[in-house]
């Protein structure tokens, strides 16, 4: 089958989060399964789309409104990534810095969407699905059916896949403009509580919807940002798919990031290694347990209650562990973990900022991975943890409760708790600690951990009959 993803984000050209790294993975092992997948993306200006080499396959031109523009499309040479990766260039409008975060990024992804739906429709056969994600590429379903131009397109089967709800890129009626002509009696399906919401629209319009995890898909009809009902409506088309995660990156046998490479036989003095280069970078002591959080500093995310809980932890645990924090967000989050290095120099640090090969040594170097999230459609740090022997400490939520079971259950390997409550961290943080002294026990969680299978093979395979159920 041939599959086109059309996304925002695809590691390694441009990642801000998981999607990226769905987006970079998924059609690689779509490919190695005799499917054609390939990656539309818009082009940043990152440092990829520098270091490699490019051909140009198609150049256009098409409007949003009055606003006229050129666009084309290139192609990368030599497929190092194992699949064809085009990039849409539109001048001044997509050629930045970042991915997200401009204020004129309605303009930029329906800008995007249109270049896409314009190149397909000029190809002389059709692609078997069309596969959007996110509301980046949300208004691709509704733009193959209802506008005039891409009346040919109506018959492609389109999937959307949600990677989290909780941004809908919301706009208002007045930029109903910039789309191209289009049936107005449809009106309704761009339209969710008086707005244009490019998200409700991709699940009103796309021929399938699935999100990152069989629980998160159940828990937006209960909590989705506005879109509950939308999803209850809409719950015979949608589904759940866990994702998988990218074996090949994601090794700790051969992650070029690490100071030391382990497998499970090798785990306890590869681990040890690498909690060394972390603790003497960041002035932490290797002897007590290493617990540490990686990821975007939001309330999704539970970063808000982390100052308060570390702090916490320090006065009812007493010094026993250390801290080590990896990213960035709201300003307010990241200035109170960065005034907590003051009170608990020689126990904890805070890096704030991305950096990629910092959190590969950190997956590796630590001995827990704390993730309070609120909200978690499938979580690909519990993953990445576990395999490189990291014991998760999650919140039971969406793709967390789908992938982490409480050591104290039977065959469990985590600690799990139930709400993102400054209560509930601390007490999962003094259950670390004391597992922590029984090593023969984190031996054998260890290496359960480091067996477990995140691959991605059962997620293809779901897919392709998600893709197989939407043949004429
Ligand atoms: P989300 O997409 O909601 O942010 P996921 O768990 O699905 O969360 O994916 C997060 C990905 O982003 C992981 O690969 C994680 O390692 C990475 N990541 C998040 N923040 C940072 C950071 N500050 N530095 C490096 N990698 C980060």
């Known amino acids: 089958m041939e599959i086109i993803h059309v996304s925002a984000e695809c590691y390694p050209v441009a990642k ?14 779509q490919n190695e399964l005799g499917h054609i997948a390939k990656v539309v993306m818009p082009m940043y200006r990152t440092k990829f789309l520098l270091n490699n080499e490019w051909d140009v396959v198609h150049k256009g031109r098409s409007n949003m409104g009055d606003y006229w523009f050129d666009y084309t499309i290139i192609k990368e040479r030599s497929n190092k990534l194992g699949f064809d990766l085009y990039l849409v260039d539109i001048n001044g409008l997509l050629d930045r810095e970042k991915i997200y975060g401009y204020d004129d990024d309605a303009e930029r992804f329906t800008g995007f969407q249109i270049a896409v739906v314009d190149w397909i429709s000029q190809w002389v056969h059709k692609p078997d699905v069309v596969h959007v994600h996110d509301y980046h590429a949300g208004l ?4 193959m059916k209802h506008c005039y131009k891409y009346q040919h397109l109506h018959s492609i089967p389109s999937v959307l896949t949600i990677h989290n709800a909780q941004y809908q890129g919301v706009m208002g009626w007045d930029k109903s403009y910039l789309l191209p002509p289009w049936d107005s009696w449809k009106w309704g399906m761009l339209d969710w509580r008086g707005n244009i919401n490019p998200l409700a629209s991709g699940i009103k319009c796309a021929w399938k919807v699935n999100t990152v995890s069989p629980s998160y898909m159940g828990e937006l009809r209960q909590s989705s940002n506005g879109l509950e009902d939308l999803f209850e409506y809409e719950k015979g ?30 785990a306890k003095e590869g681990k040890a290694k690498n909690k060394k ?30 100052p308060a809980s570390i702090s916490d932890s320090f006065y009812y645990i007493g010094r026993k562990m250390n801290f080590l ?3 960035s967000g709201f300003p307010e989050v990241e200035s109170q973990l960065s005034s907590l290095q003051r009170i608990a120099q020689n126990d904890y640090n805070v890096y704030i900022g991305y950096n990629e090969a910092l959190s590969h040594l950190m997956y590796a170097g630590a001995d827990y991975l704390l993730m309070p999230s609120r909200v978690e459609p499938c979580g690909l740090n ?18 967390l409760k789908d992938t982490v079971k409480d050591f104290g259950e039977p065959g469990g390997y985590g600690i799990v708790y139930n709400w993102a409550a400054i209560g509930d961290i601390t007490q999962g943080i003094w259950r670390a600690v004391d597992l922590y002294d029984d090593k023969e026990k984190v031996d054998e969680i260890r ?3 480091m067996l477990l299978d995140f691959s991605w093979q059962k997620s293809v395979s779901e897919y392709t009959l998600l ?4 043949k004429n």
């Not at 990156?249 to 036989?265: G, K, N, R, S």
């Not at 993953?383 to 999650?394: C, D, E, H, N, S």
């Open 16 to 29: 801000a989060g998981g999607l990226g790294d769905v987006v970079g993975a998924l059609p690689k092992y």
């Open 140 to 143: 691709i379903p509704f733009m």
């Open 237 to 266: 088309k949608c589904t759940g798919i866990l994702n998988g995660i990218d074996a090949a990156v994601w090794d700790p046998a051969t992650d070029t990031y690490l100071e030391e490479h382990f497998t499970a036989e090798t």
């Open 277 to 306: 280069k972390l603790c003497d970078t960041f002035n932490l002591d290797p002897e007590k347990p290493l617990i540490v959080f990686i990821g975007r500093l939001v309330g999704e995310k539970g970063a808000d209650i982390l």
């Open 325 to 327: 924090i990896l990213g």
């Open 382 to 399: 519990q993953m990445y943890a576990m395999r490189y022997g990291t014991i998760p400490m999650v919140r039971r939520t969406g793709g």
């Open 447 to 449: 290496t359960k951990m």
């Open 467 to 470: 893709y197989e159920s939407l």
